[in-house]
């Protein structure tokens, strides 16, 4: 129940075009949901975050869709770009205080 | 000063030695964490401090020993480690209130145990 389940492991798209990834969580306390962006020999970074009460949130090229009911949410990036290959992970948790569920993580390849 | 901030970078060591891998945070957060990070696995939780008090320790065998002296500062000592503890070692820290606090990461240390 307290797993965050990501896909795919990989993506490779094509610059410009747009790349998706998923992840869905079991556990209906969780409450916050952020996306970690990581480059090689560095840290994750948080991306993005969102709550549940809204479906959905833009940053830029960045956009969280987030389904309650489905108990998914998912990453967008638009007009994909050769710097954004990194790897990609989802995130969960509950009351402040607790501590993040992260995903397996998706490595993106953009291709130029 | 990047605001998290570990060392070493790399470590290798024998099964037998004993290491220690430190973390400083410079942005006045109240928490601060230890993950690791294998290839093909979530990060895991290992150790939380938030105001310098242990909160969680998620079952991590007895080699990895936290030490939080103070609320800028963790360290994570090593002692008789397995070839299958070889990843990358993640800090973090957040600022704990009334709602979910991003966490900032640290570059990491990559460990080799031999």
């Known amino acids: 129940q307290q797993q965050v389940k990501q896909s795919p492991q990989s993506l490779i798209v094509q610059k410009g075009g747009i790349s998706i990834i998923n992840c869905a969580y079991e556990n209906t306390a969780f409450d916050y949901f952020p996306w970690y962006q990581q480059f090689p020999g560095k840290g994750p970074a948080l991306l993005i975050a969102?709550?549940?009460?809204?479906s959905e949130k833009k940053e830029g090229r960045f956009t969280i869709s987030f389904n309650k009911s489905a108990k998914q949410f998912s990453l967008h990036i638009m007009d994909s770009q050769p710097g954004d290959s990194a790897t990609y992970f989802c995130a969960a948790s509950g009351q402040a205080g607790t501590a993040l569920i992260f995903g397996k993580g998706t490595t993106l390849s953009v291709s130029s | 000063e990047t605001g998290v901030t570990q060392t070493p970078r790399h470590l290798v060591m024998g099964m037998t030695n004993k290491k220690s891998l430190k973390c400083e945070q410079h942005?006045?957060?109240?928490?601060m964490y230890w993950y690791k990070q294998s290839a093909k696995k979530p990060l895991e939780l290992m150790f939380v401090y938030n105001f310098k008090e242990q909160t969680e320790n998620n079952s991590v065998p007895s080699r990895f020993s936290p030490e939080c002296p103070n609320s800028s500062h963790l360290f994570l000592h090593l002692h008789t480690l397995q070839p299958e503890d070889s990843a990358l070692y993640l800090c973090?820290?957040?600022?704990?209130?009334?709602?979910?606090?991003?966490?900032?990461f640290g570059n990491g240390t990559r460990l080799t145990v031999t």
């Open positions: 942005l006045g957060h109240n928490a």
């Open positions: 969102i709550r549940p009460d809204v």
């Open positions: 973090a820290s957040s600022q704990l209130s009334t709602g979910s606090s991003p966490l900032h």
